[in-house]
């Protein structure tokens, strides 16, 4: 069983920058695809970015590409999201993600919320002045 814990979210205003670390165990589950979604009020769940060693690497969202950072660190089992230029848009419950990475090799399977197995309990992130 794979357990995702997501930390980091908070108050920012405008402009600003978090950064969301997402820890998964056990610590040896390294063969997946790993990623984040957001959800805001009203609206569905959707993708923000994901990386995986395997097929597609790394992919963002358009909303989010150039302003924020997918990266992960294998050895303590960690995927980060840092989070640059954030916008009251950018408002959402944010979910760690998780899915084998055999069963997830292209960007477009990469974005489906459908294509993982395992879901954080989110960390909220508000953007207001």
């Known amino acids: 069983q794979v357990h995702l814990v997501e930390s980091g979210g908070g108050l920012v205003q405008p402009g600003g920058s978090l950064r969301l670390t997402c820890t998964a165990s056990p610590r040896t589950f390294k063969n997946n695809a790993m990623g984040w979604f957001r959800q805001a009020p009203g609206k569905e769940r959707e993708f923000v970015a994901a990386?995986?060693?395997?097929?597609?690497?790394?992919v963002y969202a358009d909303s989010v590409k150039g302003r924020w950072t997918i990266s992960r660190d294998n050895a303590a089992n960690t995927v980060d999201l840092q989070m640059n230029s954030l916008a009251p848009e950018d408002t959402a419950i944010y979910y760690c993600?998780?899915?084998?990475?055999?069963?997830?090799?292209?960007?477009?399977?990469?974005?489906?919320?459908?294509?993982?197995?395992?879901w954080g309990q989110g960390t909220q992130v508000t953007v207001s002045s």
């Open positions: 990386f995986s060693w395997y097929g597609f690497g790394i």
């Open positions: 993600v998780a899915g084998r990475g055999e069963h997830i090799t292209s960007s477009a399977q990469a974005k489906l919320t459908g294509a993982y197995d395992y």
